[in-house]
């Protein structure tokens, strides 16, 4: 039994030969009882001690549980479901707001694009808002929590480096598979304009790897590892919804990719450092590329050619299994991720 089917709100007693009292979990206290002479208080010693400890003062005074009242829980995918509608509730909340704002503001109906500067800088600020707001929910809300390394510091910088090389390895190829596949990037003029917006780059390299680990690894495939008995449906079922949230067909492969690998350090490290690092490597990693690039929409085949742009794909797969054999040496051990132990 679960450690949440403990948490008693309240347990109906009935004495054996008088009549019925009501018990708090929490206090141990008699809530009611259709004999106040009757009335008792349960020793500090069975107080908050769950279901056996009251079962066994019960008996000491002559009392046996009528019936249990459990918590209820949400279904696995109950939470899922709910994490995801948090998200997107968010999102509307402040871009509805925003948008709304600036509509009454300039005396119009019309919903301007976003070549139109001031609009896009509401934009901008409302999805850093947003970000900022699901962030600190996923926290204060004890969804999840950064769970820090515990590991020595020399550890921790081969883990740190290796993570490193893992994620710029995994880039190499699944950039080349990305250009094969020439799929539509329907947010082309969204992300130019981001890329030379102050508040764009704080968005896409520090704010998106921070909270999107908290809520797909963090929130989301931590609870599924607790409660699926296999760890691989939990990283792609998980990596999975990462890559479909993003909603531009450019970026659903590579992000459904990453995810298994950012997914994949979460359940070897037990940490979501090590994935946060990637993300805001790999996420800096473009952002640097396009505004330093003498062509930011040049590709890996049209400046190294066909083959050269293979070679430079092997030798992405090359590091990425590389530094995959070198953290598996390194943490040899999976941290075990299961459910608190039941209260006795």
């Given at each position: 039994?679960?450690?949440?089917?403990?948490?008693?709100?309240?347990?109906?007693?009935?004495?054996?030969?008088?009549?019925?009292?009501?018990?708090?979990?929490?206090?141990?206290?008699?809530?009611?009882?259709?004999?106040?002479?009757?009335?008792?208080?349960?020793?500090?010693?069975?107080?908050?001690?769950g279901y056996g400890c009251l079962r066994s003062a019960a008996w000491m005074f002559s009392y046996e549980p009528l019936h249990?009242?459990?918590?209820?829980?949400?279904?696995?995918?109950?939470?899922?479901?709910?994490?995801l509608l948090y998200y997107f509730a968010y999102q509307?909340?402040?871009?509805?707001?925003?948008?709304?704002?600036?509509m009454i503001y300039n005396h119009t109906t019309e919903v301007p694009g976003i070549s139109d500067g001031p609009y896009f800088n509401l934009l901008l600020w409302a999805s850093v808002l947003a970000t900022v707001a699901i962030g600190i929910h996923l926290l204060a809300g004890k969804y999840t929590s950064v769970h820090p390394v515990r590991w020595n510091t020399p550890q921790t910088i081969k883990i740190g480096l290796s993570s490193i090389v893992l994620v710029t390895g995994m880039g190499l190829w699944t950039n080349y598979l990305n250009e094969l596949a020439d799929l539509p990037n329907n947010f082309q003029e969204m992300f130019d304009k981001m890329m030379h917006h102050p508040l764009g780059i704080v968005s896409i390299v520090i704010l998106a790897p921070l909270v999107e680990e908290l809520l797909f690894r963090g929130s989301i495939q931590g609870h599924l590892l607790r409660k699926w008995?296999?760890?691989?449906?939990?990283?792609?079922?998980?990596?999975?919804?990462?890559g479909a949230v993003h909603?531009?067909?450019?970026?659903?492969?590579?992000?459904?990719?990453?995810?298994?690998?950012?997914?994949?350090?979460?359940?070897?490290?037990?940490s979501l450092l090590p994935s946060i690092l990637m993300h805001f490597v790999n996420n800096g990693t473009a952002v640097c590329t396009f505004l330093f690039a003498e062509d930011p929409q040049a590709t890996l085949i049209s400046t190294y050619g066909t083959g050269g742009a293979a070679g430079i794909a092997v030798l992405?797969?090359?590091?990425?299994?590389?530094?995959?054999?070198?953290?598996?040496?390194?943490?040899?051990?999976?941290?075990?991720?299961?459910?608190?132990a039941p209260m006795p």
């Open positions: 039994m679960r450690r949440s089917q403990y948490r008693i709100s309240s347990i109906h007693w009935r004495q054996k030969t008088k009549n019925p009292v009501f018990i708090s979990i929490s206090t141990g206290k008699v809530l009611s009882s259709y004999d106040t002479k009757q009335m008792l208080t349960v020793s500090p010693c069975y107080r908050g001690r249990i009242e459990p918590d209820k829980e949400p279904t696995i995918m109950g939470r899922t479901i709910k994490l509307l909340a402040f871009n509805g707001v925003f948008i709304c704002s600036y008995k296999n760890p691989v449906w939990a990283i792609l079922f998980s990596s999975l919804i990462f909603g531009n067909p450019v970026q659903i492969p590579f992000a459904f990719v990453l995810g298994t690998a950012l997914g994949w350090m979460y359940y070897r490290t037990g992405g797969v090359v590091l990425t299994v590389v530094s995959i054999g070198y953290i598996v040496r390194q943490i040899p051990q999976t941290p075990v991720w299961k459910e608190p």
